[in-house]
């Protein structure tokens, strides 16, 4: 039994559920119902079924040239008898591994039959860079920040299916190879204190050279970029962390290699057990690993931020039919279309660019644009937005803006702006060591020349040894756990209570709000209209009309008749059923019920039907005020009742706005929703200001105009048209029930969608910036009060000289009382 007839370009059927294997003729590539009594054979242990007899014969003739294809997208092989994405173009069969490379196939076919396919690229000819800190900073070409030493970022849209990020792939790599090489030193090294003495097993010298050995190419290749990034911050005298990084790695391997090269020219009173002079190789190699495992988490955390760019791009279709002037429809990409083209968009097809309506009329889903779930109505004159949703007519529309002209390309260049400005929480400690930088170097300097000029034989052995033990102690190990270690806690700590965060900077800056713009429509509200209402006229019971109501809805698609329909259903009424269903768009529906006339619809329908509404006006009025949609329902000719829907407010969102109130914050609600509406929100929870009709840019612009006046930000959305502001705020927030673009785009995402998690997450917020600063705290602490003693500073009056082991011992404890200070985050309150 065929269960399709193919076609050109046709979309291929499956009658399984999506995660059924699928029966289809090798030969043909026509579906096969495999309950069917069909012609089949066994061949290499697997039954293969056909259509017809023609194709079993053709099948024995050449088995191999009917078992496998390959997908002329991506060149993997498919199983041609299981392969659920097929099309025939012009009179060819193709086999898919994927609907991702079909759907590429569909939109350019002929690239991929000529060979040129679109390969990955990084990006656009012509992007330039930038840094996200030092935005002044514009570069032609990718690279590193001559301030910062961060990696350049692309200003613009990425291109479709561009490359992973390089760097990320270059450190990823250097990562697992400094690991590699960094935990067998480690235990080498401070296997003793392990209770596993290898050092003893294998003898000293041996133990030396292993280390050595194990520490070269950590040191030599894998800390090149850092080496890169700290000779830049010296050339362009912006001390940073990399200079730290640069110096107390390259002093502790070069002290290392020369004690191990020459340990004759070390003072006796530094040497260790068996005379052995004391090498730190492992700290050289242990900090570039822990580095790059900060950097590779930095660098996947910013990579991601593409996937809301990405979830964007996805919205658009990638074809689109075109309308030629002699009547011939022809499915075209959408890069193709031109101003002025008309194009036809079918039932379940989202508009393939900006434009106005020409012919029919349909219910079009703008939630992306306004985030509101209820459909507007289009007709003939209407202006419609590329990337919406036709629900249920055929529309025919002439494009007005295409490109990047578009209103979802604008709003993806808003997002790709706003993410690209935000700034990460390391700028603080690179603010630290701007001071602190110069200063460890003026300090070993001066140390050597003290120590080379006055101290005692063999001087240039005590100068070096007081100047590698400065820049040792002052090594960032800590300082690079700093931050790190109290994030990773408070993330798992926010994740037990539904906050999850993105990246450090969000914490930050979410303690420092002070003004909260909420989104109404699934933040405030529950974002899916219900039936809230229900008043009966003398001679009806609420249940009779829910009956006729819903009987009437259960025919529409419109969202608000599912709301009427199942609302009737909650409320025990049995749904009427309905004969000659007519629906009006931009009005109501009607229709026959037992012998009677019966309509549902808004006012203008009531009008038509020259219905009196006269009693039913002050009901109507007072249910608008509170936000409702109201419906009136007729019977042949006369009014008896009416029903009313709305979006409900959250159960917790009054709670949660007073507790805010109450913490100092100045909540703003920014809604696509008409003023009515919002207005009624707005009141029954307390919120200070109320901006309605709002488009995406608007929530943008508002976002910007408290910025300029010196507000910090956050902004609670969930939907596609939230995405912009979301980006641009001091702190995005989005619900986790909304759409993957608002998640994409926020710092922080609230797993329930509960307005409450803003509560915790600020308290969160303030807890761990609490704890960051004391572990900053303490790494700076222990390195002023460590560097002055490895100088020599007690040498003159106790005659104590500070080791490098002692100097490795205390910038450990520094590091050990940085992790337990985070661990206390755990038991935080929240």
């Not at 490359?163 to 590699?180: H, M, Q, Y």
């Not at 004690?259 to 530094?270: D, E």
């Not at 005692?456 to 270690?485: F, Q």
């Not at 931009?586 to 009008?607: D, P, T």
């Amino acid at each position: 039994m065929t269960l399709h007839d193919e076609h050109p370009h046709s979309h291929d059927h499956n009658p399984a559920s999506p995660g059924a294997p699928v029966t289809r003729d090798p030969v043909c590539g026509m579906l096969v119902d495999p309950a069917a009594a069909k012609p089949s054979i066994t061949y290499r242990d697997h039954t293969h079924q056909f259509c017809c007899q023609g194709c079993q014969d053709k099948f024995e003739a050449a088995p191999e040239q009917y078992l496998i294809a390959k997908d002329p997208v991506c060149g993997m092989s498919v199983d041609r008898a299981t392969a659920r994405h097929f099309l025939r173009h012009q009179g060819e069969k193709f086999y898919f591994c994927s609907s991702g490379c079909k759907a590429k196939f569909e939109a350019t076919p002929d690239a991929y039959l000529r060979g040129d396919r679109p390969t990955p690229r990084p990006m656009p000819k012509g992007t330039q860079y930038t840094c996200p800190m030092h935005p002044e900073i514009v570069s032609d070409g990718p690279g590193d920040c001559p301030k910062c030493g961060m990696a350049l970022e692309p200003m613009g849209v990425p291109a479709e299916g561009n490359a992973p990020n390089p760097e990320l792939v270059d450190f990823t790599r250097r990562l697992w190879i400094s690991g590699a090489f960094a935990i067998p030193l480690l235990l080498l090294s401070m296997g003793p204190m392990l209770g596993v003495p290898l050092r003893g097993w294998i003898g000293e010298p041996i133990a030396t050279w292993l280390e050595l050995m194990l520490a070269t190419p950590v040191v030599l290749w894998a800390a090149l970029p850092f080496f890169r990034r700290a000779w830049n911050s010296l050339i362009n005298r912006s001390p940073n962390m990399w200079t730290l990084i640069g110096l107390g790695v390259g002093a502790a391997y070069l002290y290392s290699l020369v004690a191990t090269l020459a340990p004759g020219i070390f003072p006796m009173s530094i040497r260790g057990h068996g005379d052995a002079v004391p090498v730190y190789f492992e700290a050289s190699a242990v900090i570039v690993a822990l580095v790059f495992v900060g950097q590779v988490l930095e660098l996947r955390a910013r990579e991601r931020t593409g996937s809301a760019i990405r979830a964007l791009l996805d919205l658009a279709p990638k074809t689109a039919r075109k309308i030629f002037p002699e009547g011939r429809e022809v499915d075209v990409p959408v890069e193709e279309i031109h101003v002025g083209d008309k194009l036809r968009v079918r039932p379940g097809e989202r508009i393939p660019v900006d434009g106005t309506v020409a012919e029919g009329r349909s219910a079009i889903d703008e939630s992306m644009i306004t985030g509101e779930p209820v459909p507007v109505e289009k007709e003939a004159g209407d202006r419609v937005t590329g990337g919406t949703m036709n629900r249920n007519g055929t529309l025919v529309l002439v494009a007005e803006k295409v490109g990047a002209d578009t209103m979802l390309a604008r709003i993806v260049e808003m997002v790709a702006k706003a993410q690209r400005s935000r700034a990460p929480i390391q700028g603080m400690v690179d603010r630290v060591s701007a001071v602190f930088v110069p200063a460890v170097v003026l300090v070993a300097v001066t140390a050597f020349a003290a120590w080379a000029i006055f101290g005692p034989e063999p001087r240039l052995a005590h100068a070096l040894l007081a100047a590698v033990s400065v820049l040792i102690i002052a090594c960032p190990c800590a300082l690079g756990l700093a931050t790190p270690m109290s994030i990773m806690i408070a993330t798992g700590r926010g994740a037990q209570e539904g906050v999850l965060i993105r990246d450090a900077e969000a914490l930050e800056r979410l303690a420092k709000v002070d003004t909260i713009i909420v989104d109404k429509t699934g933040t405030l509200t529950e974002g899916k209209p219900r039936l809230t209402d229900v008043i009966a006229w003398t001679g009806f019971d609420q249940v009779r009309l829910l009956s006729l109501a819903g009987g009437l809805e259960r025919g529409s698609e419109h969202p608000l008749a599912e709301a009427i329909a199942n609302g009737a259903v909650e409320r025990g009424a049995v749904l009427s059923e309905i004969s000659a269903f007519e629906a009006e768009t931009g009005k109501g529906v009607q229709g026959m019920i037992e012998g009677k006339a019966v309509a549902l619809g808004n006012a203008a329908m009531m009008a038509d039907l020259n219905v009196d509404l006269l009693g039913a006006r002050d009901d109507a009025e007072r249910l608008r005020g509170e936000g409702k949609t109201v419906m009136f329902l007729a019977i042949d000719g006369n009014l008896a009742g009416l029903v009313a829907v709305a979006d409900r407010i959250k159960s917790t969102a009054a709670a949660a706005i007073r507790t805010l109130h109450q913490s100092g914050l100045k909540i703003i609600m920014a809604t696509g929703d008409n003023a009515v509406t919002a207005a009624a929100v707005a009141r029954s929870l307390g919120i200070d200001e109320v901006r309605a009709d709002v488009l995406p840019e608007g929530k943008l612009a508002l976002v910007n105009a408290l910025q300029a006046r010196g507000a910090t930000v956050a902004m609670a959305g969930d939907g596609v048209n939230d995405g912009p502001a979301l980006a641009a705020a001091d702190v995005g927030i989005a619900m986790g029930t909304g759409a993957d673009v608002a998640v994409e785009s926020a710092g922080i995402t609230l797993v329930k969608g509960d307005l409450t998690g803003i509560v915790r997450a600020r308290r969160l917020s303030e807890a761990t910036i609490r704890n960051i600063r004391q572990n900053l705290g303490f790494a700076f602490g222990y390195n002023a009060l460590g560097v002055p003693l490895a100088a020599g500073i007690l040498y003159p009056v106790f005659g104590l000289l500070l080791s490098p082991m002692i100097a490795a011992a205390a910038m450990s404890l520094s590091s050990v009382s940085v992790i337990t200070n985070a661990l206390r985050l755990r038991g935080e309150k929240l």
